[in-house]
């Protein structure tokens, strides 16, 4: 398995609340994505980085924000979460190559929001 | 925008026996790569296999092999001796490498395997 890392696994909040799903990975990898997945649906990319402070918007919105201080770690912030970010949230990296390299996941962060 | 379609959601295969999972995805690019990725109850989605758009020769790993019909734009994937550790969702992927080399995953919906005993 990758040596990709996602906490919490489960979080059950309050509407309002601020929350921070962190992800770390340990194998160098300049890119990291987030995915959202709801239950038996596909992934949808929320966001993406390239490297350190570089961040951008996937394909599909999210109120969510990103950060990239460190190669290792891209934590999703929620400001003030609502019950329709309730989902599964996937962390995923890949290293840089021309040719192209398998991306890997974390387990994923589930997330309800009551 | 590339899309991915798996058109079954569901599928179930008798251990011991293979089974064929479907995709097909539409694209006007003539290079980029295929994945299948498998997803496990609550555990981690990692990757069955993937497959180069400019390779003829179909991607084979131990058990699992894929049938890429690129004028078709088909790509599936075959699962030989099927084990219960199998029983998952498979998600066919597309990858994409947009202008400044990220490189982002479009998915298909899905499909979850039974694996019976």
């Known amino acids: 398995e990758a040596d990709i890392y996602q906490t919490p696994r489960y979080l059950v909040i309050g509407t309002g609340k601020k929350i921070t799903l962190e992800c770390s990975q340990t194998m160098g990898h300049d890119k990291m994505y987030w995915y959202q997945q709801d239950p038996g649906m596909e992934l949808h990319l929320i966001h993406y980085s390239y490297g350190v402070n570089s961040t951008e918007k996937g394909d599909l919105s999210s109120e969510s924000t990103v950060s990239r201080i460190r190669t290792e770690h891209f934590p999703l912030t929620l400001e003030s979460a609502r019950p329709s970010h309730t989902s599964q949230y996937l962390c995923?990296?890949?290293?840089?190559?021309?040719?192209?390299?398998?991306?890997?996941f974390g387990e994923g962060s589930w997330l309800t929001v009551v | 925008a590339q899309t991915v379609t798996q058109s079954q959601p569901e599928m179930s295969v008798q251990e011991a026996e293979t089974v064929t999972l479907s995709c097909t995805y539409d694209t006007s690019e003539s290079d980029y790569y295929l994945f299948w990725y498998k997803q496990p109850p609550s555990r981690q989605m990692i990757l069955v296999i993937r497959q180069e758009a400019y390779k003829q020769q179909n991607a084979t790993e131990n058990r699992f092999s894929v049938n890429f019909q690129k004028a078709a734009k088909s790509f599936s994937l075959k699962i030989s001796d099927s084990q219960l550790g199998d029983a998952a969702m498979y998600f066919c992927?597309?990858?994409?490498?947009?202008?400044?080399?990220?490189?982002?995953?479009?998915f298909g919906k899905g499909m979850k395997l039974t694996v019976n005993p």
């Open positions: 995923a990296s890949s290293e840089y190559s021309p040719s192209g390299n398998t991306i890997y």
């Open positions: 992927a597309y990858r994409s490498v947009t202008q400044g080399g990220s490189e982002k995953l479009v």
